[in-house]
């Protein structure tokens, strides 16, 4: 009996072994395996051409200049993230271009800094306020532009403070979002968000959990939808108030 037990404990150790490499140490990065690899360029490189097709539709929706710009700074930055990823990720499969992997690898983080801050531009532009409105659009952004930064000079290093990072920059402007005169679209506002903070469980399990980072691409994904649904059902359109 305990004979047994033993072989179905090593039988599945081998099994997840085949599926996903052993934790990097500290400064260095993650080797997926194969399949892992496969499955983070399919996860979001799916989505590059919805996001530009999202794009689109919420420009054709838009019918200020005001909502055409807040759309186009969302829908871009939705366009850059999935395809930065993808390219990424096909690079880092290869095995090859040393020094463009690492440029992508640097992108990928450093563009999930402009995704979030993107992410609240809709809101905190088209939304009418009780204050604080444009203050907090001026602070997030900031505070991306200092992600960007921190993460080309500090690249693979700190990853725990990069992680306290991404989640600062995604949660402290809440604060500010729920001062909205019209609460409308909220509950799909904090879905999405939702999703983002629960991903990152995933983000950081690589080595733990096998695909822990192509799911969280999905976590992603299903984030990033709920923040364009509520974008087009509350913000977009000729009878808008505050656009």
Known sequence: MVKSKLRRISHSSDYYSRLMNTRAVSGEQYQPTDVEHLANVISHGVWI?????ALAFMVRMSATSLQKTATLVYGSALVLLFTTSTIFHMLSYTGRFKKWR???????????????????TPWLVLKEFHSWAEEALCIVWIMAL??????????????????MFYLAIGVCPAVVVVDMKDWSGLMELSVGGLMYILGVAFFKS???????????????????????IAICTYLLGVDIPGT
């Open 49 to 53: 051409l919805p996001s530009i097709l």
């Open 206 to 228: 690589d080595g733990v959990i096998p695909f822990a980072h192509a799911i969280w691409h999905c976590f992603v994904f299903v984030g990033s939808f709920c923040h364009f």
């Open 102 to 120: 690492r440029i992508f690898h640097i992108g990928d983080r450093a563009v999930i800094y402009l995704f979030i801050a993107s992410s609240y």
């Open 146 to 163: 200092l992600g960007v930064s921190y993460a080309y000079i500090y690249h693979e290093r700190f990853k725990f403070l990069e992680i």
